[in-house]
């Protein structure tokens, strides 16, 4: 059978702890060399394009997880993940993507902060107030119930004061939105959730010892970080240090510019397996960068599948598609 898995019929399964397992063994996975995650197809303009990202993840008992994202952008985004058997070659769930977008985006930036950053965290500085920003201070909470205290900048006063009362409403914390953005930055540890296609943060506005997890630059056409901000960090930490280097347009200014070299790039996969180490506190600035992956995308959405196959959530489509 087919299951055709709605974003209703995954929203009160995929939680943050779901996701944050999944992903542990995706990476543990991957920092042993068995997964494959073929480099991802762009096609299109700026404006309107689709992007087709492949994974295989395999187990040590011999199971595998095979599937694909696909997600397009023309008048709005739309996100679908396609999972298969990969010995019969059956379709097992086309799911609905957004939410785990989301989900697995944020819980990939918690895990690498807790990855590189052992203690306990109890304030960000945070840059933006949409969806990717919500999301990150949810799965920071999660993964840090001591976090208490928020610093929001975001250019607009009434989305930052909007998002300062929904995010302590919600999550109880203390919100402060900030009208200049080098008070965002003070924090120990500050996160960038924005869409900007120039720097939101300069390299002089962050302290020594501090952690910067950039996660929205994922286009060569976006950026968030200054790149003189590279030319103070010792290690990039980054999701899928290819993909960084060819895709994210904050990496990409500062490699070009010479304020980073591509052997600064580091797997965080490779650091939660002990393969590699950071030092931290960092004698400057350590830098995380993401731009999602599609053995992340697989590796939450073969979770959702199970716990719905398990709770009788989605429509049975039968054999879907007819095997000739």
Known sequence: MTLLLREEDIED????????ESLKEAMRLEAEGLTDVPPRLNTGSTE?????????????????????????????MRYMVLLYNPESGELLSIMDAARLTR?????????????????????IGLFGSGYEASSHVEALKALYPGLRRVTVFSPTRENR??????????????????????SAARASVVVLATKAKTPVAEADWFEPGTLVLSIASTRLDLRELDEKVFARTEWCVCDAPEQVASESGDVDAALEGGYLQKEQLVRVSDILAGHRSVEWPPSDLLIFKSVGTALQDLAVASAVYRRGLEEGRGTDLGAFPVKH
Request: charged share 25%; with cysteine.
């Open 13 to 20: 399964i995929l939680t943050w702890e779901v996701a944050a």
């Open 48 to 76: 309107s394009w689709l992007r087709l990202m492949p994974a295989v993840l395999n187990s040590e008992d011999g199971h595998a997880t095979m599937g694909f994202k696909a997600m397009n952008k023309a008048d709005g």
């Open 103 to 123: 989900v697995r985006t944020a819980a990939v930036t918690a895990l690498a902060c807790q990855a590189v950053q052992p203690g306990e965290l109890e304030e």
């Open 161 to 182: 004061e909007a998002f300062a009362r929904r995010t302590s409403e919600v999550l109880g914390l203390e919100v402060e939105p900030v009208e200049d953005p080098a």
